[in-house]
């Protein structure tokens, strides 16, 4: 593919995940009203917050700890906890996303888990929840026989970027949503069919959301970003074992 | 990757994409009123049956055109050819599907290209245009030189999958925003937050769709499964050129 230095790529992705966040939380601080958690509207605005947080950019982040040069030298261990770590920390944040949203729900008596977003999106976290624990059991613990993990190793890699389109596609599902939920005909200053600034900005936010995932999934499928495998024992060392 | 056979798989792919113009043309037809062409609602349900038709199911099977073992062997001109046709055809369906939802909103006075979903769909439409252009003028006109085509080849098979994962997402974010739409509060039998026999059938039809494009990228993604670069002239063969 096209040379594309990978330090300036990955400051300018870590800038745009950035930006994602700040969009996501301006967007809810100014239009939606804040942040509490009393089972208000401003309750559910920690929902879009952390779901972007966890199962985009730092999902996204945990994605890429393999690509940064760094973990292209010396054992393996340290940047499999990482990943670990960073997968684990959004998959934290995305159940509190998740407690938002029902919360949210059961206090207004809503119901929950109707809409195609409301689907997609669990789906999405239980398959996450799934490839953390196959991940965990199959490269961190020390039971998983090398032939097993060999064998895993590509589907993890498959389902790493597939979770992360399928975020992306219940981010855009659930901004849309919210749009039509909270620009009513009527509202003011105009409802989201007359493109108030709000309606601008929250667009904008998912458009930007969809190009960090698009720009993500770049870096991972670019061969010569890599990391090389060196056939060295410390490529199948799980956490627990002995080897080394 | 686990050991799949490419052709029950393929068999598979085909009879998930026919099941999911079964849905959408099923949903359009039993709830949403049928199809016609005179600017009603019945106008705007071309919409979803000629997206998912072109931007889902005829754009799948182009982009795994090569991945047919008989592609493999012999010249690979034809398969050239009928991968440009059926992305043509695809890309055909679709400007006719934008045309239907123009012509309903124009009809029925409704703005335009403001929600999130609009924004993302064209500019995936948008994408696929370029992707479509770029491909025709590298791989089948002859003024390319080698150098180019093996430059461009990995970023056409990465926006090749880029563009489908795009046109699921916009596909979501349309279903869902349809439900709302038609399913408000009042409506018989139930409205969508009571999940009425429409909403789970569209709700089934966006998963199904997300389904097909998961299994789309994975047979993409199948290193087995690729077509070998054999290194003969052919594999450079424009559409006019004079080689061979």
Request: with cysteine.
């Amino acid at each position: 593919m096209l040379a594309v230095p990978l330090r300036p790529f990955c400051a300018f992705l870590a800038g745009l995940g950035l930006l994602c966040l700040a969009f996501v939380a301006s967007w809810c601080q100014r239009w939606r009203g804040g942040f509490a958690w009393d089972g208000s509207a401003r309750m559910f605005n920690w929902h879009p917050v952390l779901m972007v947080a966890g199962m985009v950019v730092l999902y996204g982040a945990a994605a890429l700890v393999y690509r940064l040069p760094p973990a292209w030298r010396g054992p393996k261990l340290p940047w499999k906890l990482l990943h670990g770590a960073l997968a684990l920390t959004a998959f934290g944040l995305t159940v509190v996303g998740l407690v938002a949203v029902f919360g949210f729900h059961n206090a207004s008596k809503t119901p929950n888990m109707y809409s195609l977003h409301s689907w997609l999106g669990l789906a999405t976290v239980l398959l996450f929840s799934c490839q953390w624990l196959a991940g965990f059991s199959a490269f961190l613990l020390p039971y998983a026989p090398p032939w097993l993990r060999a064998l895993y190793k590509p589907v993890h890699v498959f389902f790493g970027s597939t979770i992360l389109m399928l975020s992306v596609a219940s981010c855009v599902s659930g901004i849309n949503e919210k749009l039509f939920f909270s620009l009513k005909n009527g509202t003011a200053p105009a409802p989201y069919n007359r493109l108030p600034p709000e309606a601008v900005f929250a667009n904008t936010l998912g458009l930007l959301i969809v190009l960090f995932g698009v720009l993500v999934l770049c870096a991972l499928a670019k061969p010569d970003w890599k990391r090389p495998e060196d056939g060295s024992t410390d490529t199948r060392q799980p956490l627990l074992g002995t080897e080394r």
